[in-house]
């Protein structure tokens, strides 16, 4: 089988992360699959941030499930307490990815963050693709945080990539063929 079709097949989403940090090769391969994602009229509609400072990481997870706890629906909270009441699962590096507000942007930031996460398995890391860290910008430590990262001007919350060497490997998702429709012979 192809290794990026092996790779796009074994990958799963990640909640249990060592904290050993990760290389400077690594962090630098991650940038470049980041940076070689492909884009609507090659806009390159994002500014990405990688962040490999722990206690940074720690301070936006704290945010991010104070703003779940003051929530009128406490599902989503329970949920991650369930799990161990972290959003960002220990994980020693972040890929915050910003978007513009152009049409496709998020689209965009999508792809980016499957290139990101991909390359993480091709290297022996997991990876989870995180929309929750949306919620770190939520709360009142958002501007802060947002400087920190160096959000430009104008630019919002496209998604998020955790990354670390996983403490526990699982089987990826089982594939629904019922979702597929196909057309033409």
Not at 31 to 55: E, F, G, M, Y
Request: proline residues 5%; aromatic residues 8%.
């Amino acid at each position: 089988m192809n290794e990026t079709i092996k790779s796009i097949m074994t990958r799963f989403s990640c909640r249990d992360f060592a904290p050993d940090p990760l290389t400077a090769e690594q962090a630098g391969a991650l940038v470049d699959a980041a940076l070689a994602a492909p884009s609507a009229v090659n806009r390159q509609p994002w500014h990405v941030t990688l962040i490999t400072d722990k206690a940074f990481i720690d301070g936006m997870d704290a945010a991010g499930m104070e703003v779940l706890a003051s929530a009128e629906d406490k599902s989503v909270y329970q949920h991650v307490l369930s799990r161990g009441g972290k959003l960002f699962y220990n994980a020693p590096c972040m890929v915050m990815i910003a978007a513009d507000d152009t049409e496709y942007a998020l689209m965009d930031c999508g792809i980016l963050s499957e290139n990101v996460s991909l390359a993480a398995h091709a290297m022996g890391l997991g990876s989870v693709i995180c929309g929750m860290a949306r919620l770190a910008l939520q709360s009142p430590r958002a501007e802060e945080f947002k400087k920190r990262m160096g959000f430009p001007d104008g630019f919002r919350f496209g998604i998020a990539v955790l990354v670390g060497t996983a403490n526990s490997v699982k089987p990826p998702h089982e594939p629904d063929a019922g979702k597929v429709t196909y057309v033409g012979g």
